[in-house]
Nanobody, 118 residues
Framework: VQLQASGGGLVQAGGSLRLACAAS????????MGWYRQVSGKKRELVAR???????NYAESAKGRFAISRDSAKNTVYLQMNSLEPADTAVYYC?????????????WGQGTLVTVSS
């Protein structure tokens, strides 16, 4: 199983970015997908998650500004980020909890850098 993230980049404060993460490989069922972020020297933290029934949860810092969605046919999760702030600067990682026909496990993408300039 592989997770391929895309969409990071440099944006000015107040701008928007859309991240995408596509899962591929031996996938029987995806239970949840989500986005986490990490700043150098700090722990990785949850940004947003979405379940196979479209239940979502967000970090407090993301509520009202970010929106997570998914395309189950494409095994892809998206994160629309609006009103970006310099504090949102981080490497963003996608995560999938899925059944690979043998067992359920967590998988991580390679990370995509988001830089918000003031």
């Amino acid at each position: 199983v592989q997770l391929q993230a895309s969409g990071g980049g440099l944006v000015q404060a107040g701008g928007s970015l859309r991240l995408a993460c596509a899962a591929s490989g031996r996938i029987y069922r995806i239970n949840e997908m989500g986005w986490y972020r990490q700043v150098s020297g700090k722990k990785r933290e949850l940004v947003a998650r979405i379940t196979d029934k479209d239940y979502t949860n967000y970090a407090e810092s993301a509520k009202g500004r970010f929106a997570i969605s998914r395309d189950s046919a494409k095994n892809t999760v998206y994160l629309q980020m609006n009103s970006l702030e310099p504090a949102d600067t981080a490497v963003y990682y996608c995560n999938a909890n899925l059944h690979n026909y043998y067992f359920i496990d967590d998988y991580w993408g390679q990370g995509t850098l988001v830089t918000v300039s003031s």
